[in-house]
Protein backbone atom coordinates (compact mmCIF):
# COMPACT_ATOMS: atom_id res chain seq x y z
CA UNK A 1 0.00 0.00 0.00
CA UNK A 2 1.27 3.83 -0.90
CA UNK A 3 2.19 5.30 2.76
CA UNK A 4 0.42 8.81 2.18
CA UNK A 5 1.83 10.99 5.09
CA UNK A 6 5.40 9.35 5.71
CA UNK A 7 6.83 6.56 8.09
CA UNK A 8 7.76 7.24 11.43
CA UNK A 9 8.61 5.80 14.86
CA UNK A 10 11.32 3.77 15.99
CA UNK A 11 12.41 0.07 14.92
CA UNK A 12 14.45 -2.79 16.40
CA UNK A 13 15.51 -4.79 13.11
CA UNK A 14 16.06 -8.72 13.68
CA UNK A 15 19.20 -9.97 14.29
CA UNK A 16 22.22 -10.29 11.79
CA UNK A 17 21.95 -13.26 9.96
CA UNK A 18 25.52 -13.95 8.70
CA UNK A 19 25.98 -13.77 12.51
CA UNK A 20 23.48 -15.68 13.64
CA UNK A 21 24.34 -18.55 11.48
CA UNK A 22 27.67 -18.80 12.61
CA UNK A 23 27.29 -18.23 16.53
CA UNK A 24 25.40 -21.69 16.31
CA UNK A 25 28.04 -23.50 14.01
CA UNK A 26 30.99 -22.58 16.23
CA UNK A 27 28.90 -23.11 19.62
CA UNK A 28 28.30 -26.52 17.87
CA UNK A 29 31.93 -27.18 17.56
CA UNK A 30 33.26 -25.22 20.90
CA UNK A 31 33.83 -26.69 24.00
CA UNK A 32 30.84 -26.21 26.66
CA UNK A 33 27.74 -23.76 26.98
CA UNK A 34 27.35 -21.23 23.87
CA UNK A 35 23.98 -18.49 24.60
CA UNK A 36 23.34 -16.36 21.59
CA UNK A 37 21.09 -13.41 22.60
CA UNK A 38 18.84 -11.88 19.79
CA UNK A 39 19.66 -14.59 17.24
CA UNK A 40 17.47 -14.19 14.13
CA UNK A 41 14.85 -16.73 14.09
CA UNK A 42 14.44 -16.48 10.41
CA UNK A 43 13.84 -19.52 8.19
CA UNK A 44 18.03 -19.32 6.96
CA UNK A 45 19.19 -19.29 10.62
CA UNK A 46 16.51 -22.54 11.54
CA UNK A 47 18.09 -24.46 8.66
CA UNK A 48 21.50 -24.19 10.41
CA UNK A 49 19.95 -25.02 13.77
CA UNK A 50 18.22 -28.33 12.82
CA UNK A 51 21.33 -29.31 10.56
CA UNK A 52 23.26 -29.88 13.87
CA UNK A 53 20.90 -30.84 15.99
CA UNK A 54 21.30 -33.74 13.45
CA UNK A 55 24.44 -34.16 13.81
CA UNK A 56 24.06 -35.12 17.18
CA UNK A 57 24.37 -31.28 18.90
CA UNK A 58 21.98 -30.02 21.84
CA UNK A 59 20.23 -26.95 20.68
CA UNK A 60 17.42 -24.86 22.64
CA UNK A 61 15.81 -22.46 20.89
CA UNK A 62 13.40 -19.77 22.80
CA UNK A 63 12.73 -17.12 20.08
CA UNK A 64 16.09 -14.71 20.22
CA UNK A 65 17.71 -16.58 22.59
CA UNK A 66 19.52 -20.22 21.63
CA UNK A 67 21.41 -22.45 24.21
CA UNK A 68 24.29 -24.55 22.60
CA UNK A 69 25.65 -27.25 24.45
CA UNK A 70 28.79 -28.28 22.26
CA UNK A 71 30.99 -31.08 22.86
CA UNK A 72 33.83 -30.41 20.04
CA UNK A 73 34.09 -30.87 16.77
CA UNK A 74 34.52 -35.12 17.97
CA UNK A 75 31.14 -34.51 19.38
CA UNK A 76 29.44 -34.45 15.79
CA UNK A 77 27.34 -37.61 14.81
CA UNK A 78 27.30 -39.15 11.33
CA UNK A 79 23.33 -38.44 10.37
CA UNK A 80 21.98 -41.42 8.21
CA UNK A 81 19.57 -38.96 6.03
CA UNK A 82 19.94 -35.94 4.05
CA UNK A 83 20.59 -32.45 5.45
CA UNK A 84 18.37 -30.03 4.61
CA UNK A 85 19.17 -26.29 4.08
CA UNK A 86 16.41 -25.24 2.58
CA UNK A 87 16.93 -21.98 0.63
CA UNK A 88 20.45 -21.19 3.00
CA UNK A 89 23.34 -20.74 0.61
CA UNK A 90 25.70 -19.72 3.94
CA UNK A 91 24.46 -22.73 5.70
CA UNK A 92 25.29 -25.14 3.12
CA UNK A 93 29.00 -23.74 1.97
CA UNK A 94 29.87 -23.38 5.44
CA UNK A 95 28.67 -26.67 6.64
CA UNK A 96 31.04 -28.07 3.29
CA UNK A 97 34.30 -27.08 5.03
CA UNK A 98 32.89 -28.12 8.43
CA UNK A 99 32.27 -31.26 7.34
CA UNK A 100 35.74 -31.88 5.35
CA UNK A 101 37.08 -32.90 8.04
CA UNK A 102 34.39 -34.75 9.77
CA UNK A 103 34.94 -38.51 10.24
CA UNK A 104 32.07 -39.45 8.55
CA UNK A 105 29.80 -39.54 5.67
CA UNK A 106 27.40 -36.21 5.00
CA UNK A 107 24.82 -35.61 2.47
CA UNK A 108 23.54 -32.17 2.00
CA UNK A 109 20.25 -30.96 -0.10
CA UNK A 110 18.57 -27.61 -0.60
CA UNK A 111 15.93 -26.11 -2.57
CA UNK A 112 15.05 -25.55 -6.05
CA UNK A 113 17.41 -22.35 -5.56
CA UNK A 114 20.09 -24.22 -4.04
CA UNK A 115 19.97 -26.31 -6.73
CA UNK A 116 21.29 -23.82 -9.32
CA UNK A 117 23.63 -22.46 -7.07
CA UNK A 118 27.39 -23.26 -7.80
CA UNK A 119 29.16 -24.93 -5.43
CA UNK A 120 32.45 -25.63 -7.00
CA UNK A 121 33.59 -22.30 -5.69
CA UNK A 122 33.80 -24.20 -2.26
CA UNK A 123 34.68 -27.68 -3.88
CA UNK A 124 37.40 -26.72 -5.22
CA UNK A 125 39.54 -25.73 -2.75
CA UNK A 126 38.41 -27.68 -0.19
CA UNK A 127 39.21 -31.10 -2.69
CA UNK A 128 42.94 -28.94 -2.46
CA UNK A 129 42.83 -29.24 1.12
CA UNK A 130 42.41 -33.38 0.54
CA UNK A 131 38.41 -33.18 1.13
CA UNK A 132 36.67 -36.03 -0.96
CA UNK A 133 33.04 -34.13 -1.86
CA UNK A 134 30.89 -35.12 -5.10
CA UNK A 135 27.70 -33.85 -6.46
CA UNK A 136 25.99 -33.45 -9.49
CA UNK A 137 27.98 -32.39 -12.50
CA UNK A 138 31.48 -33.41 -10.18
CA UNK A 139 30.80 -31.52 -6.92
CA UNK A 140 28.88 -28.57 -8.78
CA UNK A 141 25.50 -28.89 -7.80
CA UNK A 142 23.78 -30.53 -5.02
CA UNK A 143 23.39 -32.61 -3.22
CA UNK A 144 26.32 -32.74 -2.12
CA UNK A 145 28.00 -35.59 -0.67
CA UNK A 146 31.25 -34.90 1.69
CA UNK A 147 33.09 -38.17 2.96
CA UNK A 148 35.03 -36.48 6.01
CA UNK A 149 39.11 -37.28 6.71
CA UNK A 150 42.08 -35.35 7.39
CA UNK A 151 42.56 -32.05 4.97
CA UNK A 152 46.10 -30.27 4.70
CA UNK A 153 46.36 -26.60 5.05
CA UNK A 154 46.62 -24.65 1.77
CA UNK A 155 46.98 -21.15 0.41
CA UNK A 156 44.48 -20.30 -1.62
CA UNK A 157 43.48 -17.05 -3.82
CA UNK A 158 39.85 -16.72 -3.82
CA UNK A 159 38.81 -16.63 -7.26
CA UNK A 160 35.67 -14.59 -6.15
CA UNK A 161 34.96 -12.21 -3.42
CA UNK A 162 33.15 -14.48 -0.93
CA UNK A 163 32.81 -14.74 2.37
CA UNK A 164 31.31 -17.98 2.75
CA UNK A 165 33.76 -19.62 0.44
CA UNK A 166 36.68 -17.84 2.51
CA UNK A 167 34.53 -19.10 5.31
CA UNK A 168 34.09 -22.60 4.72
CA UNK A 169 38.05 -22.43 3.90
CA UNK A 170 38.77 -21.37 7.15
CA UNK A 171 36.13 -24.27 8.83
CA UNK A 172 38.31 -26.70 7.11
CA UNK A 173 41.55 -25.20 7.72
CA UNK A 174 40.53 -25.30 12.01
CA UNK A 175 40.98 -29.36 11.55
CA UNK A 176 44.04 -29.11 8.78
CA UNK A 177 47.19 -30.24 9.28
CA UNK A 178 49.44 -27.18 9.67
CA UNK A 179 48.42 -23.36 8.25
CA UNK A 180 45.67 -22.38 5.64
CA UNK A 181 46.40 -18.84 4.47
CA UNK A 182 43.41 -17.23 2.22
CA UNK A 183 43.90 -14.30 -0.06
CA UNK A 184 40.90 -12.11 -0.73
CA UNK A 185 40.75 -9.84 -4.20
CA UNK A 186 38.46 -7.38 -2.20
CA UNK A 187 37.47 -7.57 2.12
CA UNK A 188 34.51 -9.23 2.21
CA UNK A 189 32.25 -9.70 5.50
CA UNK A 190 34.76 -10.78 8.58
CA UNK A 191 32.23 -12.57 10.76
CA UNK A 192 34.06 -15.71 10.83
CA UNK A 193 37.51 -14.28 11.91
CA UNK A 194 35.95 -12.33 14.65
CA UNK A 195 34.09 -15.47 15.81
CA UNK A 196 37.22 -17.43 15.85
CA UNK A 197 38.38 -14.65 18.08
CA UNK A 198 35.38 -14.52 20.07
CA UNK A 199 35.23 -18.33 20.87
CA UNK A 200 38.94 -18.37 21.72
CA UNK A 201 40.69 -19.26 18.03
CA UNK A 202 43.89 -17.67 17.06
CA UNK A 203 43.54 -16.03 13.74
CA UNK A 204 45.86 -13.77 11.87
CA UNK A 205 45.07 -11.08 9.19
CA UNK A 206 47.09 -8.75 7.60
CA UNK A 207 45.47 -6.47 4.63
CA UNK A 208 43.53 -8.84 2.06
CA UNK A 209 45.20 -12.14 3.92
CA UNK A 210 43.74 -13.87 6.63
CA UNK A 211 46.01 -17.27 8.38
CA UNK A 212 44.65 -19.93 10.65
CA UNK A 213 46.69 -22.76 12.51
CA UNK A 214 45.33 -26.60 12.25
CA UNK A 215 44.28 -28.44 15.49
CA UNK A 216 42.96 -25.52 17.51
CA UNK A 217 40.42 -26.09 20.57
CA UNK A 218 37.49 -23.63 20.70
CA UNK A 219 35.36 -22.72 23.77
CA UNK A 220 31.52 -21.87 24.18
CA UNK A 221 30.92 -18.27 24.65
CA UNK A 222 28.16 -15.41 25.04
CA UNK A 223 27.46 -13.90 21.59
CA UNK A 224 25.05 -10.80 21.25
CA UNK A 225 23.81 -10.81 17.67
CA UNK A 226 23.68 -6.81 16.35
CA UNK A 227 20.82 -6.22 14.11
CA UNK A 228 21.20 -6.94 10.53
CA UNK A 229 22.21 -3.56 8.15
CA UNK A 230 21.01 -6.22 5.34
CA UNK A 231 17.25 -6.02 6.96
CA UNK A 232 18.00 -2.26 7.94
CA UNK A 233 18.28 -0.94 4.31
CA UNK A 234 14.91 -1.39 3.17
CA UNK A 235 13.82 0.97 5.54
CA UNK A 236 16.77 3.35 5.37
CA UNK A 237 15.78 3.55 1.28
CA UNK A 238 12.18 3.40 2.64
CA UNK A 239 12.50 6.28 5.52
CA UNK A 240 14.49 8.07 2.22
CA UNK A 241 11.93 7.41 -0.65
CA UNK A 242 8.82 8.27 1.44
CA UNK A 243 8.25 12.13 1.72
CA UNK A 244 7.83 13.31 5.49
CA UNK A 245 9.57 10.08 6.82
CA UNK A 246 11.59 10.09 10.14
CA UNK A 247 12.47 6.30 11.36
CA UNK A 248 14.92 5.57 13.93
CA UNK A 249 16.60 2.14 13.50
CA UNK A 250 17.91 0.74 16.70
CA UNK A 251 21.57 -1.28 17.44
CA UNK A 252 22.02 -1.85 13.71
CA UNK A 253 25.61 -3.96 12.99
CA UNK A 254 28.09 -1.40 11.61
CA UNK A 255 30.74 -3.50 10.81
CA UNK A 256 32.99 -1.94 8.09
CA UNK A 257 32.75 -5.02 5.56
CA UNK A 258 28.77 -4.73 5.81
CA UNK A 259 28.43 -0.56 5.62
CA UNK A 260 29.01 -0.43 2.15
CA UNK A 261 25.38 0.72 1.76
CA UNK A 262 25.74 3.63 4.02
CA UNK A 263 28.68 4.95 1.77
CA UNK A 264 25.97 4.74 -1.26
CA UNK A 265 23.73 6.98 0.76
CA UNK A 266 25.85 9.28 1.34
CA UNK A 267 27.00 10.00 -1.76
CA UNK A 268 23.20 9.67 -3.10
CA UNK A 269 23.13 12.70 -0.72
CA UNK A 270 20.56 11.06 2.23
CA UNK A 271 19.54 12.46 5.16
CA UNK A 272 20.78 9.84 7.71
CA UNK A 273 22.60 10.06 10.92
CA UNK A 274 24.81 7.29 13.01
CA UNK A 275 24.82 6.97 16.73
CA UNK A 276 27.73 4.32 17.25
CA UNK A 277 27.55 2.38 20.34
CA UNK A 278 30.36 2.60 23.00
CA UNK A 279 31.60 -0.22 24.60
CA UNK A 280 34.15 -2.45 23.32
CA UNK A 281 32.11 -5.40 21.17
CA UNK A 282 33.48 -7.62 19.31
CA UNK A 283 31.08 -6.44 16.37
CA UNK A 284 30.36 -2.63 16.35
CA UNK A 285 26.38 -1.41 16.38
CA UNK A 286 24.32 1.43 16.60
CA UNK A 287 21.55 3.83 16.18
CA UNK A 288 20.47 5.08 12.97
CA UNK A 289 17.96 8.28 11.94
CA UNK A 290 17.00 8.43 8.85
CA UNK A 291 14.82 11.09 6.83
CA UNK A 292 13.10 11.88 3.45
CA UNK A 293 15.61 13.25 0.90
CA UNK A 294 16.46 13.77 -2.42
CA UNK A 295 18.87 11.82 -4.10
CA UNK A 296 20.86 11.48 -6.97
CA UNK A 297 22.42 8.89 -8.95
CA UNK A 298 25.88 7.51 -8.71
CA UNK A 299 28.47 4.82 -9.86
CA UNK A 300 28.83 2.14 -7.62
CA UNK A 301 31.29 -0.82 -8.50
CA UNK A 302 34.83 -2.08 -7.50
CA UNK A 303 35.68 -3.07 -4.19
CA UNK A 304 32.62 -1.77 -2.53
CA UNK A 305 30.55 -3.94 -4.20
CA UNK A 306 31.52 -7.32 -1.47
CA UNK A 307 30.63 -4.75 0.91
CA UNK A 308 26.73 -3.98 -0.04
CA UNK A 309 25.96 -7.00 -1.97
CA UNK A 310 22.86 -7.68 -0.84
CA UNK A 311 21.38 -4.02 -0.31
CA UNK A 312 21.85 -3.68 -4.81
CA UNK A 313 18.41 -4.85 -5.19
CA UNK A 314 17.53 -1.63 -2.76
CA UNK A 315 19.54 0.50 -4.46
CA UNK A 316 18.58 -0.16 -7.49
CA UNK A 317 15.07 0.48 -6.22
CA UNK A 318 16.95 3.72 -4.79
CA UNK A 319 18.24 4.45 -8.13
CA UNK A 320 15.12 4.77 -9.81
CA UNK A 321 14.24 7.66 -7.98
CA UNK A 322 17.17 9.25 -7.47
CA UNK A 323 18.23 12.66 -10.15
CA UNK A 324 20.32 11.26 -13.04
CA UNK A 325 21.47 7.71 -13.94
CA UNK A 326 23.24 5.04 -11.50
CA UNK A 327 25.58 2.53 -12.77
CA UNK A 328 26.28 -0.39 -10.64
CA UNK A 329 29.38 -2.45 -12.50
CA UNK A 330 31.08 -5.73 -11.01
CA UNK A 331 28.45 -6.87 -9.89
CA UNK A 332 27.97 -10.05 -11.19
CA UNK A 333 28.01 -12.22 -8.60
CA UNK A 334 24.34 -10.81 -8.50
CA UNK A 335 23.34 -13.55 -10.97
CA UNK A 336 24.64 -16.70 -8.44
CA UNK A 337 22.14 -15.21 -5.52
CA UNK A 338 19.21 -16.84 -4.25
CA UNK A 339 17.88 -15.75 -7.77
CA UNK A 340 19.91 -13.82 -10.73
CA UNK A 341 19.59 -10.38 -8.86
CA UNK A 342 20.13 -8.58 -11.96
CA UNK A 343 17.50 -10.25 -13.72
CA UNK A 344 14.72 -10.51 -10.90
CA UNK A 345 15.48 -6.79 -9.88
CA UNK A 346 15.32 -5.49 -13.35
CA UNK A 347 12.16 -7.54 -14.34
CA UNK A 348 10.27 -6.71 -11.53
CA UNK A 349 10.94 -3.28 -11.43
CA UNK A 350 10.57 -3.01 -15.06
CA UNK A 351 6.85 -4.13 -14.63
CA UNK A 352 6.21 -0.62 -12.46
CA UNK A 353 7.59 1.64 -15.19
CA UNK A 354 11.38 1.72 -14.35
CA UNK A 355 13.95 2.10 -17.12
CA UNK A 356 16.45 -0.44 -16.11
CA UNK A 357 19.71 -1.65 -18.57
CA UNK A 358 21.05 -5.23 -17.41
CA UNK A 359 24.91 -6.07 -18.82
CA UNK A 360 26.53 -8.91 -17.86
CA UNK A 361 27.62 -7.24 -14.19
CA UNK A 362 25.27 -5.14 -13.27
CA UNK A 363 22.76 -2.42 -14.31
CA UNK A 364 22.62 0.96 -15.71
CA UNK A 365 19.47 2.53 -13.68
CA UNK A 366 17.55 5.91 -15.49
CA UNK A 367 16.31 7.98 -12.32
CA UNK A 368 13.69 10.24 -11.82
CA UNK A 369 10.91 7.50 -13.43
CA UNK A 370 7.43 7.50 -11.48
CA UNK A 371 6.57 4.23 -10.29
CA UNK A 372 2.96 3.34 -11.29
CA UNK A 373 1.22 0.46 -9.79
CA UNK A 374 1.55 -3.36 -10.67
CA UNK A 375 1.89 -6.92 -9.94
CA UNK A 376 5.05 -8.40 -9.17
CA UNK A 377 6.93 -11.79 -7.79
CA UNK A 378 9.45 -11.82 -5.69
CA UNK A 379 10.90 -15.01 -7.11
CA UNK A 380 11.02 -16.54 -3.94
CA UNK A 381 13.28 -14.22 -3.15
CA UNK A 382 13.47 -12.64 0.30
CA UNK A 383 15.58 -9.41 -0.52
CA UNK A 384 13.72 -9.08 -4.32
CA UNK A 385 10.32 -9.42 -2.18
CA UNK A 386 11.18 -6.78 0.61
CA UNK A 387 12.69 -4.00 -2.40
CA UNK A 388 9.18 -4.74 -3.98
CA UNK A 389 6.91 -4.15 -0.96
CA UNK A 390 9.24 -0.73 -0.36
CA UNK A 391 8.70 0.51 -4.28
CA UNK A 392 4.75 0.00 -3.50
CA UNK A 393 4.85 2.39 -0.59
CA UNK A 394 5.88 5.15 -3.42
CA UNK A 395 3.01 3.64 -6.09
CA UNK A 396 0.04 5.58 -6.10
CA UNK A 397 -1.71 2.98 -6.01
CA UNK A 398 0.00 0.28 -4.50
CA UNK A 399 1.27 -2.91 -6.05
CA UNK A 400 -0.15 -6.55 -5.82
CA UNK A 401 3.15 -8.26 -4.56
CA UNK A 402 3.07 -12.16 -4.55
CA UNK A 403 5.51 -14.91 -3.08
CA UNK A 404 5.82 -12.56 -0.25
CA UNK A 405 6.30 -16.13 2.30
CA UNK A 406 10.24 -15.67 1.39
CA UNK A 407 10.73 -12.91 3.47
CA UNK A 408 10.00 -14.94 5.97
CA UNK A 409 14.16 -16.42 5.25
CA UNK A 410 15.78 -13.10 6.36
CA UNK A 411 12.81 -10.94 8.52
CA UNK A 412 9.85 -12.95 9.34
CA UNK A 413 8.09 -9.72 10.92
CA UNK A 414 9.51 -7.58 8.03
CA UNK A 415 5.36 -6.34 7.16
CA UNK A 416 4.47 -5.86 10.89
CA UNK A 417 7.38 -3.59 11.68
CA UNK A 418 6.50 -1.70 8.28
CA UNK A 419 2.91 -1.39 9.35
CA UNK A 420 4.16 0.12 12.22
CA UNK A 421 5.95 2.75 10.96
CA UNK A 422 2.68 4.37 8.82
CA UNK A 423 0.71 6.98 10.25
C1 LIG B 1 27.17 -14.27 3.30
C2 LIG B 1 27.99 -13.90 2.27
C3 LIG B 1 27.51 -13.33 1.01
C4 LIG B 1 26.08 -12.82 1.13
C5 LIG B 1 25.20 -13.80 1.82
C6 LIG B 1 25.71 -14.09 3.22
C7 LIG B 1 27.76 -14.87 4.52
O1 LIG B 1 27.53 -14.34 0.03
O2 LIG B 1 25.56 -12.51 -0.15
O3 LIG B 1 23.88 -13.28 1.92
O4 LIG B 1 27.06 -14.95 5.54
O5 LIG B 1 28.95 -15.22 4.47
P1 LIG B 1 28.87 -14.63 -0.84
O6 LIG B 1 29.90 -15.13 0.08
O7 LIG B 1 28.46 -15.68 -1.84
O8 LIG B 1 29.21 -13.33 -1.49
Partial sequence: MPASSGLSGEIRVPGDKSISHRAVMFGAIAHGTTTVRNFLPGDDCLSTVSCFQKLGVTI??????????GNGLEGLREYSGLLDVGNSGTTIRLMMGLLSGT??????????SIAKRPMNRVTAPLKEMGATIDGRENGKFIPITIT????????????????????AILLAGLQAEGETSITETAPTRDHTEKMIRLFGGKIKTSSNTVVIEGGQKLYGTGVNVP?????????????SLVPGSEIILKNVGLNWTRTGILEVLEKMGADFSVMRSSGDTYEPSGDIVVKHSRLKGITIGGDLIPRLIDELPIIALLATQAEGETIIRDASELRVK???????????LRKLGAEIETTPDGMIITGGTKLGNGTVTSH????????????????????????TEAIAVSYPDFFIHLDSLKK
Avoid: N
Fill in 60 to 69: ETAGTDVKIS
Fill in 103 to 112: PFVTRLTGDE
Fill in 148 to 167: GGRLKGISYSLPVASAQVKS
Fill in 227 to 239: GDISSAAFFLAAG
Fill in 338 to 348: ETDRIETVAGE
Fill in 380 to 403: GDHRIGMMLAVAGLICKSGIELHD
